[in-house]
């Protein structure tokens, strides 16, 4: 017998407790740094002396230098040419990989396993594919008899490099994909049949629609996490360079705070950056609204 | 062969594809030391397994790959305990507390990562948390990410109420539903959650960058980028440090193909 030192918890408040951890690692880890890393805007901080108050000079420093410009525009240019393609190219492989076939599972595995790598082990071998001089990519194109660009080395070449081997790690997009197909009742299927609906009709009348809130959703999700998080694969690639050609906001806000000890002016140039994902979110939520998408349901495919 | 077969040499040719990085990445590694690079496509069929002892000889490579083991081994039971919790515990909470749950995991999906580098470097650093395993694993105290936590409320909501129901006038406490009820069902979820957490922690290069100092704690992320630097254009020696990071999570998800193999029928 338990001896009654407190009174009982009652089944709904033991399930709420089951949410204590997930609730405390938020406020911890989640909900203090961001709201510390805002109000550190407002600061020079360099991590050694205390931080002393700057009002909104950090702003004025970051929105006028030169790089910060640049780097708005290194970011924006890695997301509206790659995510659509990679969205693109996720959808149609899950259309491909639909049905049964012989050895389906394989297939399928090999489209996802470039997306279990780990993103310095991918962005060192593509270092190496992408090698002017040696390396295949340069190789096959030449056999082919494409004059191969200088990519990582070359201004031009740089974006479209790191767009090409982003293609590669389109995993997540295709599973959800594969799973939105499937709900596409086949009765619905059957019926375009019977009236005579051909392949590329059913695809446009019939698929691409019923698809197209999971599309649009899977792009923004891609938005923002290419424009958030796309710092590993860049650091150890480029850089940043040639000349700046791939330098993006996390970049930025990198160097001014663990390489120039600028927490301050880094928060300030991570104000842009939650403004940047802001305007993606409420473009994402005026377009579901419109659609009726339900924002229970589909969201948590994503 | 059937003119319909279209359809399978078009899904072999897209694989072939997606497996070429790969090939490549392999060759390279099992490119004989001292050999000049080859300067035109060839397949030579002359392979060493040298490059592998030269990476283990440069770096402590064995050390390295001890690390992340221990990394993933924390941190992907703890991430599963955490996130199947909060999942369960959403899942059989009223509407309207559901809904409030949901908006809260949203809105900390969209926090941007950057955003908590040098705010989270500074609390690891007050909590005596820099250079410590702890600072790589601490997100997974929190789920790792709520991401997972969705999921599992999504698998866990599909189990009728009246089973949990059930099990709680049979005297059931909250764990013992949690472990005899809902992870049996859920277990596809758990699975898949499982081999997330492990890439994501195997493959994580932030953590390590900035909250580690000492060379004997590094992750393979990490030494990989050390190896870049002392390599400068071995590059058989670096693919073959990149392999090397490669192989376990490849291994894995192999494994769990099946599992995968199954979504979508």
Same mark, same amino acid.
């Given at each position: 017998m338990r001896k009654p030192l407190w009174r009982p918890l009652s089944y709904q408040q033991r399930l709420r407790l089951l949410l204590l951890p997930y609730l405390s690692g938020i406020l911890l880890l989640v909900a203090l740094p961001a709201l510390l890393s805002f109000g550190l805007a407002f600061f020079r901080y360099d991590a050694l002396s205390p931080p002393t108050w700057l009002g909104t000079l950090n702003f004025l420093f970051v929105t006028t230098d030169e790089l910060f410009l640049l780097s708005v525009q290194n970011s924006l240019a890695l997301v509206i040419l790659p995510v659509p393609l990679r969205v693109m190219g996720a959808f149609l492989l899950a259309i491909l990989l639909r049905r049964n076939g012989r050895f389906l599972g394989w297939f399928r595995a090999s489209i996802y396993l470039p997306s279990v790598l780990p993103t310095a082990a991918y962005a060192l071998a593509w270092l190496w594919i992408l090698n002017p001089l040696y390396g295949p990519m340069n190789l096959l194109l030449q056999a082919i008899g494409i004059a191969p660009p200088a990519w990582f080395a070359d201004t031009q070449w740089a974006k479209p490099g790191l767009l090409l081997l982003s293609l590669w790690q389109i995993g997540e997009g295709f599973l959800v994909c594969l799973a939105a197909l499937q709900d596409i009742p086949s009765t619905v299927e059957d019926a375009a049949l019977v009236d005579g609906a051909n392949r590329v009709q059913r695809f446009f009348y019939l698929t691409l629609p019923l698809m197209a809130p999971i599309l649009l959703l899977l792009t923004f999700r891609d938005a923002i996490l290419t424009l958030q998080e796309s710092f590993t694969t860049i650091f150890l690639l480029t850089g940043g360079g040639p000349y700046y050609a791939t330098y993006t906001l996390p970049m930025l806000i990198y160097e001014q705070g663990f390489g120039l000890l600028l927490f301050g002016a880094a928060s300030a140039a991570l104000w842009v950056l939650y403004a940047l994902t802001g305007l993606i979110v409420l473009a994402l939520y005026l377009i579901a609204r419109q659609w009726q998408i339900g924002t229970t349901e589909e969201t948590f495919v994503l | 062969m059937e003119i319909r077969d279209w359809r399978f040499w078009a899904r072999l040719a897209v694989t072939a594809v997606f497996l070429l990085p790969l090939l490549w990445l392999l060759t390279a590694a099992l490119h004989p030391v001292g050999r000049p690079l080859p300067t035109t496509l060839s397949l030579s069929l002359d392979f060493t397994l040298d490059n592998f002892r030269r990476v283990w000889q440069l770096v402590p490579l064995g050390r390295f790959m001890l690390n992340s083991l221990l990394v993933v081994i924390l941190a992907v039971p703890i991430t599963l305990v955490v996130s199947s919790w909060a999942g369960f515990g959403m899942a059989q909470l009223p509407k309207a507390s559901q809904r409030r749950w949901i908006v809260l995991s949203l809105a900390v999906l969209m926090v941007p990562g950057v955003a908590l580098w040098a705010s989270r470097f500074f609390l690891y650093t007050r909590l005596g948390? &820099?250079?410590?395993i702890l600072a790589l694993i601490a997100p997974a105290f929190m789920g790792s990410s709520p991401f997972f936590v969705l999921m599992f409320y999504r698998a866990f909501r599909r189990i009728p109420v009246a089973i949990y129901e059930a099990a709680r006038l049979e005297g059931a406490g909250v764990l013992a539903s949690w472990w005899q009820i809902g992870l049996p069902i859920a277990r596809p979820t758990a699975v898949g959650v499982a081999l997330l957490t492990f890439v994501l922690y195997w493959g994580d290069f932030v953590s390590p960058l900035l &909250?580690?100092?000492?060379?004997?704690?590094?992750?393979l992320p990490v030494a990989l980028q050390l190896l870049q630097q002392l390599t400068a254009s071995d590059w058989p020696l670096l693919m073959a440090g990149v392999l090397l990071a490669t192989i376990i999570p490849v291994g894995l998800f192999l494994l769990l193909q099946p599992y995968f193999a199954r979504l979508g029928g």
């Open positions: - | 948390l &820099y250079d410590t &909250y580690l100092r000492s060379q004997s704690r590094y992750t």
